[in-house]
C-alpha cells in the first residue's frame, strides 16, 4: 500500500508496475507516499507476468518502464492492445528520446514521463485514469446512442409495416363493405327511379344518385391511395397514374420520363418509391407554389433513381431540418430500410427529392435512348 489514506471509504487507484529495477519501484511508492494518492502498486518484470496480472482485470492503470531485459514498453502496450484491454498506460523512464515519446502517443499510450520528474507522477496518473474514463465513458454513451438508433430503426420498420398492413385492410373494407353497400344502394335507387312517375321523386331520386355517385368515387379514390392496386402493373404505371391524378387535382403540369416502360423492381421497393413519389407531390402542392413538377424514373446502372423536381420557391435549411419535418423523415427511414438514401436539396429555384436504391441486378443495363413522356389523363389523387 502507497500513500497516506485522507479518506478510508475511497477505493485505492490499483497500479501496475512493469519494471526491472527495485530502486526504480521504489522510487515510484515513494513518490506516490508523498503525493497521498491513495494506492496499490504490483511490480512485475516479465511479459508472461505482466500478461498474467492484466488477465486479472484488477487493475486501473499500467506504468511501464521503456527499456526492460529483451521487449520495450511499447512491446507491453501492443500486449495491452491483442488483449483489447481499456486501461490506461504511460510510459515511465529514466531516458526516452523525443522521437520515441512521440512514436508512443502516437501508437495509443496515454502518456509518459521521465523518472527525474517524479514529482509529477499522481497528476499523470490521475489525468490518464480521467481521460480513460471519459473515453470509456463516451464509448459506452455512443454504444448505447448506436443500440437506441438501431431499436427506433426498427421501431419504424415494424410501425412502417404496420401502417401498410392497416392501410391495406382499411383499403379492403371499403371495396368489400363500403363499396358493395353503396353499389347495392345505386341499384336499389334506379330500380325505383325506373318506377318512380311523381316529377318531384325523379329530382330526389337524381340528386340522391348524383350523392351516391361522388361518394363511390371518393370512396375508390380513398382505396385507391391507402393500397394502390395499380403497382400489380408496375412502378411506371403506378407513378404515372398517380402524376395523372395530382396533375388534374392540382392543375399543375406534370411530366415523367422514365428509363423503360417496365422496370424490374421487387415489390418492397415499388412501394417506397411510390409512396416517396407521393409525399413529394404532397409537399409540392402544400408548400412550393409551383408551375410544373418533372419526374424522372430510372433503372440503370443497377440502381433505381426517382427524383421529384418542381420550379417552386424552394425551401430553406430550418424547414428541411424542423423537427416535425416527419413526412421527410418518413422517407429517409423508408430508403434506409431497403439498403436506399434519399436526397432533398432545395433553392429559390425549386426543390429536388431523389431516391436511390440500389438493385440487385440492372434490368436495363444498355439502355440509353432518350427518357418517353406521357401525358396524364387518367387517375386521381387524394
Known amino acids: 500500500m502507497s500513500g497516506t489514506p485522507e479518506n478510508p471509504d475511497k477505493p485505492p487507484v490499483r497500479i501496475l508496475h512493469l519494471e526491472d529495477s527495485r530502486v526504480d519501484h521504489a522510487l515510484v511508492k515513494f513518490a506516490l507516499q508523498r503525493s497521498q494518492l491513495i494506492s496499490e502498486v504490483m511490480l ?21 518502464d521503456y527499456h526492460l531485459p529483451g521487449f520495450t514498453g511499447l512491446d507491453a502496450w501492443d500486449m495491452v492492445r491483442e488483449m ?12 526516452i528520446g523525443e522521437a520515441a515519446a512521440v512514436d508512443a502517443m502516437h501508437r495509443g499510450v496515454s502518456d509518459y514521463l521521465l523518472k527525474d520528474s517524479m514529482h509529477k507522477l499522481s497528476h499523470v496518473i490521475a489525468r490518464a485514469i480521467e481521460i480513460s474514463e471519459t473515453r470509456r465513458a463516451k464509448a459506452a454513451a455512443d454504444a448505447e446512442l448506436a443500440e437506441s438508433r438501431r431499436r427506433l430503426a426498427e421501431l419504424a420498420e415494424h410501425l412502417q409495416t404496420s401502417i401498410e398492413q392497416e392501410r391495406a385492410d382499411i383499403a379492403r373494407e371499403i371495396h368489400d363493405d363500403i363499396g358493395g353497400s353503396l353499389a347495392a344502394v345505386k341499384l336499389d335507387l334506379a330500380w ?4 318512380a312517375s311523381d316529377p318531384e321523386m325523379q329530382r330526389h331520386l337524381g340528386s340522391a344518385m348524383e350523392m351516391l355517385q361522388h361518394a363511390l368515387g371518393a370512396s375508390q379514390r380513398i382505396m385507391m391511395n391507402l393500397r394502390p392496386p395499380i403497382l400489380d402493373q408496375g412502378l411506371v404505371a403506378a407513378v404515372v397514374w398517380l402524376a395523372a391524378g395530382f396533375e388534374r387535382r392540382t392543375g399543375l403540369r406534370v ?70 419535418s416527419f413526412g421527410l423523415l418518413g422517407l429517409r427511414e423508408r430508403a434506409a430500410k431497403v439498403d436506399g438514401w434519399l436526397d432533398i436539396s432545395s433553392s429559390p429555384r425549386g426543390t429536388s427529392v431523389i431516391l436511390s436504391v440500389p438493385l440487385q441486378t440492372s434490368s ?16 386521381d389523387f387524394v
Open 255 to 324: 411530366t415523367v420520363r422514365r428509363s423503360s416502360e417496365q422496370l424490374d423492381v421487387p415489390r418492397d421497393l415499388q412501394l417506397v418509391a411510390y409512396r416517396t413519389a407521393q409525399e413529394a407531390l404532397t409537399n409540392v402542392h402544400k408548400h412550393a407554389q409551383a408551375s410544373a413538377v418533372d419526374i424522372d424514373l430510372s433503372d440503370r446502372e443497377g440502381v433505381l433513381t426517382l427524383e421529384v423536381n418542381d420550379n417552386g420557391r424552394g425551401l430553406d435549411a430550418q424547414a428541411l431540418r424542423k423537427a416535425k
Open 44 to 64: 512485475v518484470d516479465t511479459m508472461d507476468d505482466f500478461r498474467s496480472e492484466l488477465e486479472s482485470g484488477r487493475y486501473d492503470i499500467v506504468l511501464a
Open 364 to 379: 436495363n443495363p444498355d439502355n440509353t435512348a432518350q427518357a418517353d413522356e406521357e401525358p396524364h389523363d387518367q387517375g
Open 192 to 195: 325505383v327511379a325506373r318506377r
Open 84 to 95: 483489447r484491454l481499456e486501461i490506461p498506460f504511460v510510459i515511465l523512464s529514466g531516458a
